[in-house]
T-cell receptor, first 116, second 112 residues
């Protein structure tokens, strides 16, 4: 979805380096998410944020940190990258769910990260 | 969140309807059925969701059985561009993490 952009789209780095992945959205959504996908597997949630002052750990947050700089921006950092963090990383956004309903998450195009 | 079961792969002829099944026998009354697809390492794309009534949009139809223990996603006229991994996900409204739990999905191969 062009409303959710991720930079960079591809990155190769070395073990021990600090890496930041950025996500921006123009959908006006309050909720943003970072997921990771390993080859042949489904997505796993790393962190999520329901608004600028709300940050929550997902199921695999170890080794990662996030920053919600503004409603439209959510960054994921790897403080000291290691090879098993080589994966596809996806950002997603969602609006507040309607009464009695659920919110729908919309995904960015992804960042392919390789840690050597 | 309830677990879903999908066949690992399916084939469909171009122009024909693709019917993708999903079992969710432990679904609770407040859990929605969501469908996403992922085309070769691109970001997952939302397709459709429903609670208990059948739903239709410009992309697909969702048929949910009366007991809600299974559902079928229907792509009415499959094209080569519909080749993708299709994920069936159940989500509770107001769940604490609001996360989507992706399984391994069904790889739909549309054949010319």
């Amino acid at each position: 979805d062009a409303d959710v952009t991720q930079t960079p789209r591809n990155r190769i780095t070395k073990t021990g380096k600090r890496i930041m992945l950025e996500c921006s959205q123009t959908k006006g959504h309050d909720r943003m998410y970072w997921y990771r996908q390993d080859p042949g597997l489904g997505l796993q949630l790393i962190y999520y944020s329901f608004d600028v002052k709300d940050i929550n750990k997902g199921e695999i947050s170890d080794g990662y940190s996030v920053s919600r700089q503004a409603q439209a921006k959510f960054s994921l950092s790897l403080e000291s990258a290691i090879p098993n963090q080589t994966a596809l990383y996806f950002c997603a956004t969602s609006g507040y769910p309607p009464q009695g309903g659920t919110d729908t998450q919309y995904f960015g195009p992804g960042t392919r990260l390789t840690v050597l | 969140d309830a677990k879903t079961t999908q066949p690992p792969s399916m084939d469909c002829a171009e122009g024909r309807a693709a019917n993708l099944p999903c079992n969710h026998s432990t679904i609770s009354g407040n859990e929605y059925v969501y469908w996403y697809r992922q085309i070769h390492s691109q970001g997952p794309q939302y397709i459709i969701h429903g609670l208990k009534n059948n739903e239709t949009n410009e992309m697909a139809s969702l048929i949910i059985t009366e007991d809600r223990k299974s559902s079928t996603l229907i792509l009415p006229h499959a094209t080569l561009r519909d080749t993708a991994v299709y994920y069936c996900i159940v989500r509770v409204y107001g769940g604490a993490t609001n996360k989507l739990i992706f399984g391994t999905g069904t790889l739909l191969a549309v054949q010319p």
